[in-house]
């Protein structure tokens, strides 16, 4: 059993993929949304994290396990702390 950040418990095995997966796409859904409301285009905030326009995509598809460095070029592109990443 493993306890997420928040709070949620799950248990390792043939349907972590599944749940990984949904917290991916959330937090991709999440992003997005504050990408857009900073007024960014992907290949805006690709430039200014650092990052490629396609692995911006991916991140907002939920198809990317961001590393820390990903999600501190991440953070510092959108102007924001990574904790309001989350």
């Known amino acids: 059993m493993v306890e997420s950040s928040i ?4 248990t390792l095995g043939a349907s972590k ?3 990984f997966e ?3 796409k ?4 999440r992003v997005k949304s504050i990408r857009k409301s900073c ?3 992907q290949e805006e905030l690709a ?4 990052l490629h326009r396609n692995y911006i995509s991916d991140v907002e598809r939920g198809r990317r396990n961001l590393s820390l460095d990903a999600l501190l070029k991440l953070s ?3 102007g924001i702390s990574i904790r309001d990443l989350f």
């Open 26 to 29: 959330s937090f991709g859904a």
């Open 76 to 78: 510092s592109g959108l």
């Open 22 to 24: 949904s917290y991916r």
């Open 39 to 41: 007024g960014l285009s």
């Open 47 to 50: 430039e200014r994290s650092r």
């Open 17 to 19: 993929d599944q749940g």
């Open 7 to 10: 709070g949620e418990v799950f």
